[in-house]
């Protein structure tokens, strides 16, 4: 599976961006899918993941009300909207795909394989 990620920008604090992941590959739909972060000089975190039916979905607290993770499998695309935007929301997000069998729900990046090469999210204040 190949990851896509788009959509990141500048953008104000208070204000939304939507994040996009496309992804190749026949088995999509089977897959959770997940957001992380990256803000410089600190440790990759979790930031969402969806089933592959898209009926269940988690958050990190820090994100928890403010982003919402969804998926069109039909389009093989996950996206991450995100609202209220704060400047410690500052970092480079990636998509990833989880690993069948894997308790991806919990969040732990070791759960994901496949990983997209990344988007640039700034959020000034």
């Known amino acids: 599976v190949q990851l896509q990620a788009s959509g990141g920008g500048l953008v104000q604090a208070g204000g939304s961006l939507r994040l996009s992941c496309a992804a190749s590959?026949?088995?999509?739909?089977?897959?959770?899918m997940g957001w992380f972060r990256q803000a410089p000089g600190k440790e990759r975190e979790f930031v969402a993941a969806i089933s592959g039916n898209g009926f269940n979905a988690y958050y990190a607290d820090s994100v928890k009300g403010r982003f919402t993770i969804s998926r069109d499998n039909a389009k093989k695309t996950v996206y991450l909207q995100m609202n209220s935007l704060k400047p410690e929301d500052t970092a480079v997000y990636y998509c990833?795909?989880?690993?069948?069998?894997?308790?991806?729900?919990?969040?732990?990046?070791?759960?994901?394989?496949?990983w997209g090469q990344g988007t640039q999210v700034t959020v000034s204040s």
């Open positions: 990833a795909t989880a690993r069948s069998g894997s308790r991806w729900y919990l969040g732990s990046g070791s759960s994901f394989g496949s």
């Open positions: 590959g026949r088995t999509f739909s089977s897959n959770a």
